[in-house]
């Protein structure tokens, strides 16, 4: 199953947290702009979905995982 | 496990009722809070709900609805007899248990003593209302007693606000968020000075001064005082674990000492613990008691660790992966249950500054900016402590934290291995800060 992932960037606000818990799909930029690595390896599921609970102000959905 | 009781509906509580779910417990699930509101997440309380930018609604936390579970709101547990395994509640309600999650939190740390109308303390939606409504009344001069991550932030906002509020940040342990050690709490002070707050840094507060029944000022030790039409005192956090003391719970400095799988510890009382079925513990005092777990602001886990022993943390990301994991491990039994594997994790912001940490600095014995300036506004530290990495800050740069919280990972991978870890307890954010009595 695929992972989709859907961040609201109206909520996000760079804080980086899914960035700890999964650095393979989640990383910031110079100026702490989330980057999503899009289509993630479907055994990186349970990661992504821990990375959206780790997100404080609920900016990551996902689905497939 | 047919009925599990979770105490307490902050950002802990909550996790752990939302995992006791997700991993299929479908027994009786309470949640009791002694706050009316419903559950809702604090780090935007000093930063957007005092700037407006987000209202109550905005910040409410998964609830009732969401899980299933019976709310005891605005209800405070006040005893527990483990004996029974009940839980005793204000209105003399006893809840009975299969399982436990003590997920209390903390309370702002009051004042020593007395204090006039108009000085407040801001933990809760309810603080943060207090606090606008003298602004939004007139209030213009406000004293922050305390430059701590608290404190911080109500200055940054409140000077941020554009209604000519004049904020006074006083520190008598001589700069903001000190706890972070380094260089970046200068970044801070400088920053602070520049939005136009008036820093006082090292100086100790004796009282409190009032006109009628309202604070009229802020004595310092040095015997000045600063008018004042509001005092925020933002001395640090109390856990509520009180209503723990003759439990047989294990509660040094307050807070409720748990395991690596975040099960209570047990304080040693010789001839009860195998009534009580607890598990003894090779080398600790007591054992511990297999149906409570604690997740949070309370819990003083054995596998948070620095070089000094366990440390307590108040972090967000701390109190939101200990509720989920005290849940698994309640679910699964000590025997079954894994130790709690999680890299501290903190952020805040004030005065433009975007201030991120992973692991613990503050700790360690030697600080070096391993990119951007010292000094700077835009810069990631790193804190050794005997060579190892215990911890890194950035400002404004916070891209390589992912890669310090991997090579923190990797050094307790490797402390474990080589049998290291820790040395005698007791230092620590347990310490009770020398306001009050010392300052004054």
Known sequence: MTVRISVDYGLCDGLGQCALVAPEVFALDDDEQLVV????APELAGKVAAAARACPVRAISVEGA | MREVVVVGAGLAGVRAAGELRARGFSGALT?????????????????QVV??????DDIRLAGAEDFGARWVRGTAAVGLDRERRRVRLADGVELPYDGLVLATGARARAWPGEV?????????????RALRAAVDGGAREVVVVGAGFVGVELASSLVGLGLGVRVTLLEPFGRPLRALGGTVPDVVAA???????????????????????????????????????????????????????GSGLALPGGRVHCDERLFARTAEVPGVAGALGEVGVTGAAGGIDPRIVVAGDVARCDAVRSADGPVALEHWSNAAAQGESAARNLLAGPAAA??????PSFWTSAFGLRIKSVGLPGTGDRVVVEEGEPGSEKLVEAHYRAGRLVGAVSVNLGKRLAGYA???????????????????????????PAWGGAAG
Do not use: C, N
């Open chain 1, 37 to 40: 690595t899009p289509d993630p």
């Open chain 2, 406 to 432: 991997r090579r923190l990972q990797e050094e307790r991978g490797a402390a474990e291995a080589a049998g290291v870890s820790g040395g005698a307890p007791g230092r620590g954010s347990d310490e009770v």
């Open chain 2, 191 to 245: 920053a602070a000075r520049r939005a136009g707050v008036e820093l006082r840094m090292g100086i100790g507060v004796r009282g409190f001064r009032a006109e009628g029944a309202r604070v009229a000022g802020v004595e310092s030790a040095d015997g000045s005082v600063l008018p004042a039409e509001v005092a925020v005192v933002a001395i640090g956090m109390v856990p509520a674990t009180g209503w723990l003391v």
């Open chain 2, 116 to 128: 006039p109308a108009g000085v407040l303390t801001v933990r809760g939606l309810d603080d943060v």
């Open chain 2, 338 to 343: 894994g130790s709690y594997a999680h890299v």
């Open chain 2, 31 to 47: 949640v009791v809070s002694d706050e009316v509101e419903l559950p809702y997440d604090r780090p935007p309380l000093t930063k």
């Open chain 2, 51 to 56: 700037s407006g930018t987000l209202t109550a």
